[in-house]
């Protein structure tokens, strides 16, 4: 079981600027892990909206440079490593991301990067397990043998040439996630064949003559090809999301044989229960034992 949380479903610079839609990235929480996935602007703030604990989270993944997917990750490791005092968490990025650019621009700084616990560079090419260890409480039973996923690489094209997609697994659950790529058959159509999830950063409708991005029409031939159990649209630009994303999904679902959802900024999805959830408040179930209340979608 695996919930995917939205914490932004825009895309596009006009988005971008605008909020419309939130650009805050998503949030994959396991039966243990908490992986925060292109924390963009806004991600602190959303996450905390959602009521999840920042302090909670196990692991960072940026796919690649651009400000819309890794603005807010320095807070965040912040957040991860015990609001600076020990060396925790668990930092996963592209080349660009942690070395710099060919200009040397970095997008999170060396302080950062050693607060955490883990620092990995990642790339379209690879491919590692990845295990999360928690320190006990002081004067607890040590801790459960490490937690893990793996984490495969998928090759974009993008003009950021180290960034990646992915397939994660864990917790017995496939998710593929584009990240920001044009199409790519020869590649994309078996990276993310048979998926449980496929996160698609579907930014435009159609086709409009501007690169790096994926549309609606590449969309569906992915889908037809690769037929995943579900895919979720994300990092939708203004165009798409002022014509409706639903109506949009229905449209690709119809075209591809592939049930095609939106994603909803505040929502999450739950991988076992299939359907969209709000995270509400903690509150005292019976015995006084804390629960977190959720309703669905429509209810």
């Avoid at 959602?50 to 965040?76: E, Y």
Wanted: net charge positive; charged share 20%; aromatic share 6%.
């Amino acid at each position: 079981m695996v919930d995917i949380l939205f914490l932004g479903t825009g895309g596009g610079r006009f988005n971008l600027v605008r909020q419309l839609r939130g650009t805050g990235g998503f949030m994959l929480m396991g039966r243990h892990l908490n992986i925060h996935v292109d924390p963009g602007p806004g991600a602190l703030l959303r996450l905390l909206q959602a009521n999840r604990d920042p302090t909670k989270t196990d692991a960072i993944i940026v796919t690649h440079m651009h400000i819309d997917h890794v603005s807010d990750a320095p807070a965040l490791v912040e957040a991860m490593s015990g609001f600076t005092f020990k060396h925790a968490g668990l930092l996963i990025a592209a080349a660009s991301v942690l070395d710099g650019d060919k200009h040397g621009d970095k997008s999170i700084s060396k302080y950062h990067q050693m607060l955490v616990k883990e620092c990995a560079h990642f790339g379209p090419a690879d491919k590692k397990t990845f295990e999360i260890s928690r320190q006990p409480k002081s004067g607890s039973a040590p801790s459960s043998p490490a937690n893990s996923f793996t984490l495969s690489g998928v090759p974009v094209k993008h003009d950021d040439k180290s960034g990646f997609g992915f397939v994660i697994e864990m917790d017995g659950v496939k998710i593929g996630y584009t990240s920001d790529t044009e199409y790519i058959p020869a590649i994309h159509n078996a990276a993310y064949a048979g998926v449980d999830v496929l996160i698609a950063n579907n930014l435009k409708s159609a086709a409009d003559g501007i690169p790096d991005h994926l549309h609606s029409g590449h969309l569906i031939q992915l889908l037809k090809a690769a037929k995943p159990k579900l895919c979720i649209l994300s990092h939708m630009g203004m165009g798409l999301i002022q014509s409706g994303p639903e109506a949009e999904a229905a449209r690709i679902e119809s075209a591809s044989g592939v049930k095609t959802i939106a994603g909803r900024d505040g929502y999450y999805y739950c991988t076992d229960r299939c359907g969209w959830f709000r995270p509400q408040k903690e509150k005292k179930g019976k015995g006084g034992q804390e629960e977190k209340a959720q309703s669905k979608l429509g209810e």
